[in-house]
């Protein structure tokens, strides 16, 4: 077994080239990237000056820059070199840890990265440890229940949180409890109150779960449908099987059967989706924290995109895609740990 | 069993042919019925008698083919103009404002027409649609600024723009499931294609296949739609004009291209598993062509996921494409839809009206269709859960 999870973390080493190359020639050929932005504003402020000096003289419609500028603009950027050369030189940096400098804010880009982490990290793991723990006895319980009222009922609000995506309740609480003309009970976003350094612990309690209110519920409304139901009916099914007969069989109690014998088992599927937990933590949702206001790795990302910085995007894109196929490995060992007739080849 | 188990509908459900194969079997010595009905229509039978699923379906699809009429129903522009005497059909035909003799420039405001010829009582009249108000039509004249709250002449309000948000929802309802249904039906059709190559020819192809679905696939998905949408987002650089616009049809094959992957992996399984049946071994020997064996053949007995997964996958296209809508990566400007419309609200928090209406329509149309997704998978997949006690 060993052998193949050393096959699969190689296999690795392909997929996140594959990936990063693909994103690094969109962006290398997209318009408006860095250069011409540069390009644009010095022609603005070029043509600025002009017309100010000709003070309504007809100014002309365009203002050409000598072109040993736009040359050093391209290199200043490395648009100089061919685009396999660029991404050579971009990944052998990646290797020494070395993501380069965010285009708009001049950092580099690790740096950047890393102190939206607290925020995505906070934020991302209440929602998960939230979810399970709501979705897991829920699971159970309905299975138990299975066909009963209370089955019935929170099927109905299952089905409501699978029609309705985390982001756009988020714009309803917003509207309805954020203050717009409803009612004001919760802030209308961002990750801690702006006085934050100065107020007391109790205080800072009271805050920071204000602010998070919201943002949870709607990260959690993502995971609700599919891990209750993911739950429900993994335990439905081991309910039906044969070692669950002998047990009732041998006169075991109802509780002992279920909770002991079935639960255990039918928390398998679930234990696999914990391979992902480092890539839900951190990635976030972009679409959540953009409602919010919340300056997580999401948003971060969002806007790197917006504003064209490329290094601040494939940076992100680099630990993200990391985190996933490495969550992907992560499952199957842990599936395999927790499920002794596991065995891959 | 009226009530159908709701919620299995929700988690993948893998096909299962064993079941198939169940309704086939027959008891011997017990005499056989005299035509068997084709499974398909067993299926459609059962599907029928998951009400709530039916109905929704019956629902969806009316509303579906009435919005078709929107532009006949919901719009500005009159039905039938009854001038000097002449008749005109403003619908099909294009009419100068002067034609009418109103002193505007371009289209008449009918509405305006209506009003006069009634005050004139000189034989002249208008016959406006039932709601007589167009998806871009600014309504400017309505008293105060532009997020107008609801009223009885506007019963949703007005958008930032002025424009009537029943007609603009009515209208980005036709536009989001067309959308949808496109989408599912080239990733659908591209899924299928490449799936059944990689699963009856194997080999090489299958292995190559896989390893670069598996890199596509571990792209970020709403990420790398959002980078390329946003390269054509017309950027307007001096010397170097926009060669593509934002599109319908853009957005449509950027959705697909990252969509098709998910139905592969299923039929190419199915084909995987099909090809050493008999049948296909009997239509080998028989000489039947290869293309013939994959689309006649095997196709027909593999198409379980393809529509059991079909409703959640218009869900989650058109969450895709109100949230690319919502982040103004999605359809182009004057295009009526939910996703810009809740974005209008996040820009105003106080007009409840923006946001709550268009979630609203987001809410229970994608609630329609996972009832139906969830008979659908009933019908297709059945699952028996039997348990003790």
Redo the contacts between chains.
């Keep these: 077994m060993a052998t193949y999870f050393i096959r699969r973390l190689l296999l690795v080493i392909?997929?996140f080239i594959?990936?990063t190359m693909?994103?690094f020639l969109?962006?290398h050929f997209?318009?408006?990237g860095p250069v011409?932005r540069q390009l644009?504003r010095m022609?603005a402020a070029a043509a600025g000056g002009e017309a100010a000096a000709m003070s309504g003289g007809g100014g002309r419609p365009?203002v050409s820059l000598p072109e040993d500028a736009v040359e050093e603009i391209r290199r200043y950027y490395g648009f100089d070199k061919p685009v396999h050369v660029r991404y050579g030189e971009w990944l052998w940096n990646v290797l020494h840890l070395d993501l380069g400098n965010s285009y708009i804010y001049q950092d580099p880009v690790w740096d950047i990265i890393k102190s939206r982490f607290p925020v995505s990290i906070f934020l991302g793991l209440t929602g998960f440890l939230l979810s399970y723990l709501i979705c897991v006895p829920l699971g159970v319980l309905?299975a138990i229940r299975?066909g009963s009222r209370f089955d019935?009922i929170s099927?109905g609000l299952?089905?409501?949180g699978?029609?309705?995506?985390g982001?756009?309740l988020g714009?309803?609480l917003?509207?309805?409890l954020?203050?717009?003309?409803?009612w004001s009970v919760f802030p209308?976003g961002g990750f801690r109150p702006d006085n934050w350094e100065y107020l007391g612990f109790f205080d800072k309690v009271t805050a920071q779960i204000e602010h998070m209110f919201l943002p949870v519920i709607c990260y959690m409304v993502g995971s609700f449908?599919?891990l209750?139901?993911?739950m429900?009916?993994s335990l439905?099914?081991n309910?039906?099987q044969d070692y669950?007969?002998t047990a009732?069989a041998k006169g075991l109690d109802?509780r002992r059967v279920i909770f002991v014998h079935a639960l255990r088992n039918s928390l398998i599927p679930l234990a696999t989706g914990l391979g992902h937990v480092f890539s839900l933590i951190l990635?976030g949702s972009?679409?959540i924290e953009?409602?919010f206001n919340i300056d997580g790795m999401g948003y971060l990302?969002?806007q790197s995109?917006?504003q064209?910085d490329y290094p601040v995007?494939l940076g992100i894109?680099v630990i993200?895609?990391l985190l996933?196929?490495l969550g992907n490995i992560l499952s199957d060992v842990i599936y395999a740990l927790v499920d002794p007739r596991i065995r891959f080849k | 069993m009226t009530?159908a188990?709701?919620?299995?509908s929700?988690?993948k459900v893998a096909a299962d042919t064993a079941v198939v194969a169940h309704e086939w079997q027959q008891v011997p010595g017990v005499p056989t019925q005299p035509a068997s009905e084709s499974i398909l229509r067993k299926r459609f039978r059962k599907f029928r008698r998951i009400r709530r699923g039916y109905w929704s379906f019956l629902l969806i699809l009316g509303l579906y083919l009435a919005s078709f009429l929107c532009p006949y129903l919901m719009n500005g522009t009159a039905w039938l103009v009854r001038y000097e005497g002449q008749f005109y059909l403003p619908t099909f035909t294009y009419y100068q404002a002067s034609t009418f003799g109103q002193e505007l420039f371009g289209e008449p405001d009918y509405r305006a027409l209506k009003e006069q010829f009634e005050k004139e009582n000189a034989g002249n009249w208008v016959l406006m649609p039932l709601y007589p108000y167009g998806p871009n039509e600014a309504l400017l004249d309505l008293p105060g600024s532009p997020p107008h709250a609801p009223s009885w002449e506007h019963p949703l309000g007005t958008d930032d723009r002025g424009r009537d948000i029943l007609v603009r929802l009515a209208y980005g309802f036709n536009i989001s499931l067309t959308f949808a249904l496109l989408v599912l039906l080239i990733a659908d059709g591209t899924g299928v294609m490449i799936g059944a190559a990689l699963g009856f020819f194997g080999g090489k192809l299958d292995l190559l296949g896989q390893?670069f679905i598996?890199?596509w696939s571990?792209?970020?998905f709403?990420?790398?739609i959002?980078?390329?949408s946003?390269?054509v987002v017309p950027?307007y650089?001096?010397?170097?004009m926009?060669v593509l616009q934002p599109s319908f049809w853009l957005l449509i094959v950027i959705l697909a291209a990252f969509e098709w992957m998910a139905i592969t992996y299923y039929i190419r399984g199915e084909f995987y598993r099909e090809k050493s049946r008999d049948y296909v071994a009997a239509a080998i020997v028989t000489g039947v062509s290869q293309p013939a064996i994959m689309f006649r053949h095997i196709l027909p007995n593999s198409m379980t996921p393809l529509i059991s997964f079909a409703p959640f996958t218009i869900?989650a296209n058109i969450?895709a494409l109100?949230?690319l809508d919502?982040?103004g990566f999605g359809l182009p400007a004057p295009t009526p839809s939910w996703g810009e419309l809740?974005g209008q609200?996040?820009e105003n928090?106080?007009?409840?009206w923006l946001?709550?209406f268009p979630?609203g329509a987001?809410?229970s149309t994608?609630?329609l269709v996972?009832?139906i997704g969830?008979a659908v998978r009933e019908a297709f997949d059945p699952k028996e859960?039997?348990?003790?006690?």
């Excluded at chain 2, 650089?237 to 170097?240: D, E, F, L, N, T």
């Excluded at chain 2, 859960?385 to 006690?389: A, F, Q, V």
């Design positions: 392909p997929t594959g990936i693909a994103v969109i962006t997209v318009p408006g011409e644009m022609r365009t309905k299975h019935f099927s299952v089905f409501l699978y029609s309705v995506p982001w756009a714009t309803a917003l509207v309805l954020g203050g717009g003309s409803f209308l449908a599919t209750t139901i993911l429900k009916n439905m099914e309910l039906g669950v007969r009732f109802e990635a972009f679409l953009r409602v990302g969002y995109i917006i064209r995007a894109l993200s895609s996933m196929l | 009530q188990d709701p919620e299995q929700i988690s390893r598996e890199i571990s792209l970020p709403l990420y790398t959002i980078i390329i946003s390269v950027v650089i001096p010397g170097r926009q869900v969450g109100v949230a919502f982040l809740i609200g996040m928090l106080t007009k409840w946001v709550f979630l987001l809410f994608l609630l996972v009832f969830e859960y039997s348990r003790l006690r």
